[in-house]
């Protein structure tokens, strides 16, 4: 054990309220793997997915530099060859004791078309190859409670 408490960022800070985005349609922008350290464990490190952007085609934002933990959905970002990645926000059922876990569900052809124009609209590639998106950002409001809740991390 070390004498220090180190671990991953708190997920909620990330940028990205997945409560907020529940059934919309999501854009990962050139996901790529990253090691963190284990939330269970932070001896261990877990591979998570970093975004340059989420764009959510639904509220028409883009979130910076999103990183996502949740185990059912990090594999399906980093498994591909695609620049974006396209899927709609989800929960599955809840276990005993444990909260319901965050899915990507397929998107529709219809889902594909839509996310293709808003990156027609939104997205520019540099030259270096980074995609970024210009959107407005996801509310800064701050009205919303920031109370810890005993939610699984994501
Ligand atoms: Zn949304």
Redesign the pocket.
């Known amino acids: 054990m070390s004498a220090f408490k180190i671990g991953p960022p708190n997920p909620s800070s990330g940028g990205f309220d997945k409560d907020?985005?529940n059934d919309?349609l999501l854009a990962f922008v050139q996901p790529r793997a990253e090691q963190q350290p284990s939330f269970s464990d932070s001896t261990k490190m877990q591979t998570v997915a970093r975004s340059g952007f989420v764009v959510?085609v639904?509220?028409g934002?883009a979130s910076a530099d999103v990183l996502w933990f949740t185990s059912q959905i990090v594999p399906r970002l980093l498994d591909t060859r695609q620049d974006v990645v396209v899927g709609r926000l989800g929960q599955g059922l809840a276990r005993a004791g444990r909260s319901a876990p965050w899915l990507l569900d397929e998107p529709t052809d219809a889902d594909l078309v839509e996310v293709g124009r808003f990156l027609e609209k939104h997205a520019t590639r540099l030259k270096s190859g980074v995609i970024v998106v210009e959107a407005p950002e996801e509310g800064d409001d701050d009205d919303i409670d920031d109370q810890p809740d005993d939610d699984e991390p994501f």
């Open positions: 907020r985005h919309h959510c639904d509220c934002t």
